[in-house]
């Protein structure tokens, strides 16, 4: 696990607040993003987890400007600090074209689409090292080996010459990795990085970024499905589930006393090296970001649904015995959730 801060930085880096993303469709419009707010801070790790689509990609692209403009329409507020204060939000795409790479980068889900297929992997590399920095083409090639070192690829000056479909699925996740530091961001948004990836390799390419992330003090949002992938690397985590953020705090804290229903269950669907029977699934389905129900949205898988949890507005409350960082959840019944006997006869009914 990433050594925690001992206290937040005076700024953060980054500060999500009140972000909504919504994306017109042929059926109706998507609430992907309602309401999220985090703060990312100096030299830090965040986790952000939670089921397939609950928002976590929707919410990094909107933070970096890639969502189409014509069908997806954001609001809130993103601000990225050393740049004076305003919302990326409200940047024309040449000015967030400027801070991307720079400042901020990202590394996508399938490293096996990410890059043009048609290009050498030198010549992609040599373009990101020299987009924000005046070099010749020799220093250019020579940054771009020293980052195919960096991030461990052997035999670095032959396999800049080779073209994406010549490179394994964990060496084309270390060259989009050498891609995304060529200009040294600030943060890095890793958009699960080890899915497509063997549980050998993805441990080798966690490593690295927590490595990478130690080395140069840039700060890192890391977003998986992976529970146990969080645990491992990151200082804080929030946890997402129907666009919506339902827990958030230090990755102690979340492992060991997790205050909402919904982050309980993800726990305990992690594999045990002790367990023999069959794997625990969380029963149930997420609802529909188009029609998304009053009160709850956890409320119909949730063992300790109350009929109240149908009509309660929800919001994010601080959770019992939490720490100075903050822990905080969307559960009204965040103080009976640690009570096993109280969660085994709701599993039992």
């Not at 373009?127 to 020799?138: D, I, N, P, Y």
């Not at 090296?273 to 949730?302: K, N, V």
């Not at 109280?342 to 009914?349: M, V």
């Amino acid at each position: 696990m990433a050594e925690s801060l001992a206290e937040p930085a005076a700024e953060p880096l980054l500060t999500v607040e009140d972000l909504h993303t919504y994306l017109a469709t042929g059926q109706g419009v998507v609430r992907a993003v309602d309401g999220v707010s985090f703060t990312v801070g100096q030299a830090e790790v965040l986790g952000i987890v939670g089921e397939s689509g609950c928002g976590k990609t929707v919410t990094c692209r909107t933070i970096m400007g890639l969502m189409p403009r014509r069908t997806a329409f954001s609001s809130g507020q993103v601000i990225y600090h050393p740049n004076g204060g305003g919302s990326l939000l409200d940047l024309p795409q040449s000015e967030l074209q400027k801070l991307r790479g720079a400042h901020l980068a990202m590394i996508f889900q399938d490293p096996m689409t990410a890059l043009n297929p048609v290009r050498s992997i030198g010549d992609q590399l040599i373009e990101a090292v020299t987009a924000h920095a005046s070099l010749s083409r020799a220093e250019a090639r020579d940054r771009a080996i020293g980052l195919l070192i960096r991030v461990g690829i052997p035999a670095p000056e032959r396999r800049m010459r080779d073209y994406p479909f010549q490179f394994s699925g964990g060496m084309l996740q270390r060259a989009l990795i050498a891609i995304a530091l060529a200009s040294s961001p600030r943060l890095l948004l890793a958009d699960e990085p080890t899915t497509s990836l063997d549980v050998i390799i993805q441990d080798q390419i966690l490593s690295l970024l927590l490595e990478l992330q130690r080395d140069t003090g840039m700060s890192m949002i890391l977003v998986s499905h992976d529970l146990a992938v969080i645990t491992e690397v990151c200082d804080r985590v929030i946890v997402m589930y129907a666009g919506q953020v339902v827990e958030e705090g230090e990755v102690a804290t979340i492992i060991t006393a997790p205050s909402h229903p919904y982050t309980k269950a993800l726990l305990e669907a992690l594999p045990q090296a002790d367990q023999h029977g069959p794997l625990r699934s969380i029963p149930g389905a997420p609802p529909s970001l188009i029609d998304t129900p009053a009160g709850c949205r956890f409320a119909p898988r949730c063992p300790l649904a109350l009929p109240e949890c149908a009509s309660w507005v929800t919001e994010l409350v601080q959770a019992e015995g939490a720490g100075s960082r903050g822990h905080r959840t969307r559960c009204w019944r965040h103080h009976e959730v640690g009570k096993v006997g109280a969660w085994q006869a709701s599993d039992s009914a």
